[in-house]
């Protein structure tokens, strides 16, 4: 009597995790993030340019859908620091980087469209500049002027 119990209560178990594991949930927002494979792939997504880097490790690509536009974002490890390139067709913040040192985000602070490779009082790096419509932003943080300005070369 005890193995049967025993075996009734392991397939209830078994059916119940079945059950969840394949429940769909439709409630909720939705993901504003899509992975892809390439930087051509999200390159054709938002109409950016952005350049995988030869050497890179870690490497993804995602499109973030934002209410009139979407953000091209390559994350990549180039000689071990990690880096994070967007792009999108807009002159809204992209940056998604909030220093210490600004009321706000990067984007939403500084004014100028064109920024060559800017540390901040928290030791990040960052740029941006803009092709025709198109606008760039490259961050990282734990790296050197030195090292950021030559991946800012590659990635331009």
Not at 118 to 123: I, L, N, R
């Amino acid at each position: 009597m005890k193995k049967l119990l025993t075996i009734m209560m392991a397939l209830a178990l078994t059916f119940t995790l079945v059950a969840c594991t394949n429940e769909k949930k439709t409630d909720g927002m939705p993901n504003p993030m899509t992975e892809f494979e390439t930087a051509e792939e999200i390159n054709g997504e938002v109409g950016s340019n952005i350049k995988a880097c030869d050497g890179a490790k870690e490497e993804s690509f995602f499109t973030i859908s934002c209410a009139d536009y979407k953000i091209a974002q390559y994350k990549f490890d180039y000689d071990e620091v990690s880096y994070m390139l967007r792009a999108a067709i807009t002159k809204e913040d992209i940056s998604g980087v909030w220093p210490t040192d600004f009321d706000g985000t990067l984007g939403e602070t500084i004014k100028e469209d064109n920024v060559m490779p800017t540390e901040t009082a928290d030791g990040d790096i960052w740029a941006r500049w803009y092709s025709d419509d198109m606008q760039y932003f490259l961050y990282a943080s734990d790296v050197t002027l030195e090292d950021f300005t030559k991946v800012y070369d590659l990635v331009k």
